[in-house]
T-cell receptor, first 114, second 115 residues
Framework: DAGVIQSPRHEVTEMGQEVTLRCKPISGHNSLFWYRQTMMRGLELLIYFNNNVPIDDSGMPEDRFSAKMPNASFSTLKIQPSEPRDSAVYFC????????????FGEGSRLTVL | AQKVTQAQTEISVVEKEDVTLDCVYETRDTTYYLFWYKQPPSGELVFLIRRNSFDEQNEISGRYSWNFQKSTSSFNFTITASQVVDSAVYFCALSEAGAGNQFYFGTGTSLTVIP
């Protein structure tokens, strides 16, 4: 079975540009998580969805960040406008069921904002 | 308050030494799950183990072993006869049954195995 698929793997953009990161969770998984990882702040939860519904977005840094999950097989994380401090690796993860199972992570999207 | 504490930020050992990575968690739930993940230099996050709160049996998988002690709220990870390929950042994590699917990660321990 395919794992969690993220795209793009690498993105370099200029400050002020819109960035869209994409994630396809493992088929059958009903929970999806977006994390951000930086050297300074470590692994931070941005938002997670259960059955396509956003449950907790308290980790989203500010209004420049938005996430959607229009269906069970696709999610996006959008940054508009991007800033250099948004440079990080963004991970998507999915999970089968509530609370019990492990998270399966994608390979991450490395974002550099110049 | 931190739900998962990994007090060791960085550890260095010489190859073939044993090393233990500490993890202390905090929860009021009686049903919860504990996890360890490995993040090698290539960057991906690799699931290693899951433990539920009702199973305190220690587990061994090759050179890896895990010691779960509810009395001290700890879930420590030991690598026996460490190898260079074990060099990575290791994360401990907690999931609570009543928490709406929240998943709490520790800050990670960076392990360097010196040849």
């Amino acid at each position: 079975d395919a794992g969690v698929i993220q795209s793009p793997r690498h993105e370099v953009t200029e400050m002020g540009q819109e960035v869209t990161l994409r994630c396809k969770p493992i088929s059958g998984h009903n929970s999806l998580f977006w994390y951000r990882q930086t050297m300074m702040r470590g692994l931070e939860l941005l938002i997670y969805f259960n059955n396509n519904v956003p449950i907790d977005d308290s980790g989203m840094p500010e209004d420049r960040f938005s996430a959607k999950m229009p269906n069970a097989s696709f999610s996006t994380l959008k940054i508009q406008p991007s800033e250099p401090r948004d440079s990080a690796v963004y991970f998507c993860a999915s999970r089968a069921g509530m609370n019990t199972g492990e998270l399966f992570f994608g390979e991450g999207s490395r974002l550099t904002v110049l | 308050a931190q739900k998962v504490t990994q007090a060791q930020t960085e550890i260095s050992v010489v190859e073939k030494e044993d090393v233990t990575l500490d993890c202390v968690y905090e929860t009021r739930d009686t049903t919860y799950y504990l996890f360890w993940y490995k993040q090698p230099p290539s960057g991906e996050l690799v699931f290693l183990i899951r433990r539920n709160s009702f199973d305190e049996q220690n587990e061994i998988s090759g050179r890896y072993s895990w010691n779960f002690q509810k009395s001290t709220s700890s879930f420590n990870f030991t690598i026996t006869a460490s190898q260079v390929v074990d060099s990575a950042v290791y994360f401990c994590a907690l999931s609570e049954a009543g928490a709406g699917n929240q998943f709490y990660f520790g800050t990670g321990t960076s392990l360097t195995v010196i040849p």
